[in-house]
């Protein structure tokens, strides 16, 4: 591997003696992790499920090579094909870089992960990050994934929907257009745009992309988000910042701002020393040679007590706790009736209609809040998407399909791997099965809807979801 000049010249100082041996880990093949959802997989089963899936993988490797510094993570010691493993579709695990993981460890030592809490993973996408609070945040907490870049709000809404929480909200802006949510947000993670020295192994390609100019470029970038972000804190509020990068420029110059700063103040976060994360002046770096994983900065801040701006969007209109939304209004009494039945507690949402007919259900517990951000964003895709009717006749979303909070009283078309694989290619299946819409799944876990027909079933996987790659023989 052929490494810049400049680059080389940065982590010979960082790390001394050190150098070689991180120049060697730099030629090995880095290693893959997952993370398993516990909402849909539990501890005692997640290494028993699927003859192909990565889970069993694990399972023939031992437990010995779960990731130290979270529960429901462990490596595999190949890389398999995802794509063609219905689980992975099914949203069981994630797959993620597991040096990227130690975000939520670090999170349960600055906040009280037993309360609701109102997050924002500001530059979320695809999605690894979201579904990592999502699952350690209590899940009444308010979970807002932002992507500023379009092109891959589709990425990211695809995961959070896989992952199934109905907490996880999306929206798409500039975190100058957050300004009006100010100190509205508990906790704020930015996962900020670098030069993604971290990920040279992983990525070969990275390293003809990167410059010492794209390294400037991108300290500014993460200077501006940086100050977008920090007014939406809330009084003794927590930020982490991360980058999956090694240079102090993107990492230490770009929180000079922030360290100089009354109004925050560094939290420390415990680490043991086995792990191999490196303290940094401000913040924890990991190296390939000392941590199993990508190259990965992060630090945590807590804002102090200071006093609370005035908010802005206590005044929005507001007539009870159905009203006063900008984008959708309350779903009439008789279609409740049968939306409701197809959530394991209907009772826990309230059902709302856009304009174009789409179904929503949002949290009773989040209710006000999603109302303030439905005023004041203009891009977002907020609650569970319901589906929408036709007539009289109610059509299910694929996000139905997936979410943890569908009915389990909602009738099944369990599938073999390759009946499975065969219904996320959209290609027809030719099985036995009753009238009328049918929850298909893969060990006990949704896949996507069919429809009876008597003669037929018709296959309702969105096309964008469908898998391109050929099937194995």
């Known amino acids: 591997m052929h490494l810049p000049v400049a680059f080389t010249a940065e982590l010979q100082a960082q790390l ?5 041996d991180f120049e060697a880990a730099l030629s090995y093949l880095p290693p893959v992790s997952i993370r ?3 909402a849909k997989v539990s501890a005692s089963s997640r290494l028993q499920i699927g003859k192909s899936s990565p889970l069993l993988l694990a ?3 031992g437990l010995g090579d779960e990731v130290l510094w979270h529960d429901h993570a462990f490596y595999l010691s190949t890389r398999p094909v995802f794509t063609l493993d219905p689980l992975f579709h099914a949203g069981a695990y994630y797959v993620q870089e597991a040096s990227s993981m130690l975000v ?6 600055v906040a009280d992960l037993s309360k609701p809490l109102r997050v924002l993973d500001l530059c979320a996408a695809p999605g690894g990050k979201t579904t990592l609070l999502a699952s350690r945040l209590h899940p009444d907490s308010l979970l807002v994934a932002n992507e500023v870049i379009k092109s891959r709000v589709v990425i990211l809404k695809e995961n959070v929907q896989k992952w199934g929480h109905p907490n996880v909200h999306i929206c798409h802006h500039d975190p100058e257009d957050l300004g009006r949510l100010e100190a509205f947000f508990d906790v704020i993670l930015i996962d900020a ?7 040279f192994r992983k990525d070969p390609a990275a390293i003809n992309e990167w410059s010492p100019d794209n390294v ?5 970038r993460q200077k501006r988000i940086l100050e977008a972000a920090l007014p939406l804190l809330a009084p003794k509020g927590t930020l982490l910042y991360c980058t999956c990068t090694y240079n102090d420029t993107e990492n230490q110059r770009s929180l000079d701002a922030l360290t ?3 109004d925050f103040e560094e939290q420390k976060i415990k680490l043991p020393e086995s792990w191999g994360v490196t303290p940094k002046a401000v913040g924890y770096q990991c190296y390939p040679h000392r941590v199993r994983g990508e190259g990965f ?4 801040f807590r804002k102090k007590n200071v006093p609370r701006a005035a908010q802005r969007y206590d005044s929005l209109p507001k007539k009870g706790k159905e009203e006063g939304f900008k984008s959708c209004k309350r779903l009439h009494a008789k279609q409740t009736a049968e939306v409701a039945r197809w959530l394991e507690k209907p009772d826990d949402f309230h059902f709302f209609i856009k304009p174009n007919g789409e179904v929503l259900a949002f949290l009773d517990s989040q209710l006000d809040d999603i109302r303030i951000l439905d005023n004041l964003l203009f891009a977002k895709g907020l609650g569970l998407e319901m589906g929408e009717f036709k007539g009289n006749d109610f059509i299910p979303s694929h996000a139905l399909a997936l979410s943890t909070a569908l009915s389990s009283q909602i009738p099944t078309l369990e599938l073999t791997e390759g009946e499975a694989l065969q219904f996320l290619k959209k290609e027809n299946l030719l099985l036995d099965a009753p009238k009328g819409w049918l929850l298909v799944t893969y060990q006990e876990l949704g896949l996507g809807w069919v429809k009876g027909l008597g003669n037929r079933l018709n296959n309702y996987l969105p096309k964008d979801w469908r898998i391109r790659m050929e099937l194995p023989e």
């Not at 900065?297 to 945590?300: K, Y």
């Open 104 to 109: 939520a460890h670090a999170l349960a030592q």
């Open 193 to 199: 745009p670098c030069s993604g020295e971290g990920l």
């Open 59 to 61: 399972k023939e490797k």
């Open 36 to 38: 398993y959802n516990p």
């Open 297 to 300: 900065f992060f630090s945590v």
């Open 260 to 262: 100089a700063d009354a």
């Open 16 to 20: 001394g003696s050190q150098y070689t």
């Open 216 to 220: 400037q470029l991108c300290s500014a």
